[in-house]
């Protein structure tokens, strides 16, 4: 099953991009749909789309070495492995190292332009960085996230590596050249999330 092929307002109902944490953050009323009392948030699909595509369009902007993804939850590591190889950008998954942006003399040291984060709170580390450094700073943010330090938020579930996934894949689908497109286009939804595509 080709990806193109889904309607995407049900993809992000399918793998829970548009369920926000309970948490009332009100810097997030913008993106909310509906609160469930007392139980979570459904953001609103519609602003999740728009979101996407304009943050694909500021990643634009630079090229693709300057981009760093900084992501930490395991379960995403299938999407964030595909969107790195695919997109050719850097990605640090799993521990961040803090300096890893300021410090010369880390081995794992980065000069990225813009950085990405998938959850703004366990990549903290990565975001106090790139303010030090003054890069814009793309987010991934739930309702429950800070976003002070934020250049652009994608309001999204990121508490699942699907959910995070499937931002990442259109993220690459409006990000890519023709070739990347027709490359994209053949790898469904489903392979992109479960397997290291080639």
Same mark, same amino acid.
């Given at each position: 099953?080709?990806?193109?092929?889904? %309607?995407?307002?049900?993809? *992000?109902?399918? *793998? #829970?991009?548009?369920?926000?944490? &309970?948490?009332?953050? &009100?810097?997030?009323?913008?993106?909310?749909?509906?609160?469930?009392?007392?139980?979570?948030?459904?953001?609103?699909?519609?602003?999740?789309?728009?979101?996407?595509?304009?943050?694909?369009?500021?990643?634009?902007?630079?090229?693709?070495?300057?981009?760093?993804?900084?992501?930490?939850?395991?379960?995403?590591?299938? #999407?964030? *492995?595909?969107?790195?190889?695919?997109?050719?950008?850097?990605v640090n998954f799993g521990r961040?190292?803090?300096?890893?942006?300021?410090?010369?003399?880390?081995?794992?040291?980065?000069?990225?332009?813009?950085?990405?984060?998938? %959850?703004?709170?366990? %990549?903290?580390?990565?975001?106090?960085?790139?303010?030090?450094?003054?890069?814009?700073?793309?987010?991934?943010?739930?309702? %429950?996230?800070?976003?002070?330090?934020?250049?652009?938020?994608?309001? #999204?579930?990121?508490?699942? #590596?699907?959910?995070?996934?499937?931002?990442? *894949?259109?993220?690459?689908?409006?990000?890519?050249?023709?070739?990347? &497109?027709?490359?994209?286009?053949?790898?469904?939804?489903?392979?992109?999330?479960? &397997?290291?595509?080639?």
């Amino acid at each position: 099953m080709v990806f193109k092929k889904i %309607d995407k307002l049900e993809a *992000y109902k399918t *793998y #829970g991009t548009r369920i926000g944490a &309970k948490a009332n953050n &009100k810097t997030f009323d913008r993106f909310v749909f509906k609160r469930i009392a007392n139980k979570f948030t459904i953001l609103n699909i519609k602003v999740i789309d728009e979101r996407i595509k304009m943050a694909a369009k500021m990643l634009s902007d630079y090229s693709r070495k300057d981009i760093l993804l900084v992501c930490t939850l395991d379960s995403a590591y299938y #999407g964030v *492995y595909n969107f790195s190889k695919l997109m050719n950008i850097s990605v640090n998954f799993g521990r961040y190292l803090a300096g890893s942006l300021t410090n010369i003399s880390y081995r794992n040291f980065f000069e990225p332009k813009i950085v990405l984060v998938t %959850d703004p709170r366990s %990549d903290r580390r990565a975001v106090n960085d790139a303010k030090k450094i003054n890069v814009p700073i793309i987010g991934i943010a739930n309702t %429950d996230n800070s976003t002070a330090f934020l250049d652009l938020i994608i309001p #999204g579930n990121n508490k699942s #590596g699907n959910s995070i996934g499937l931002v990442l *894949y259109l993220l690459a689908l409006n990000m890519a050249n023709k070739e990347e &497109k027709e490359k994209l286009e053949s790898i469904s939804i489903e392979d992109f999330l479960t &397997k290291e595509i080639q």
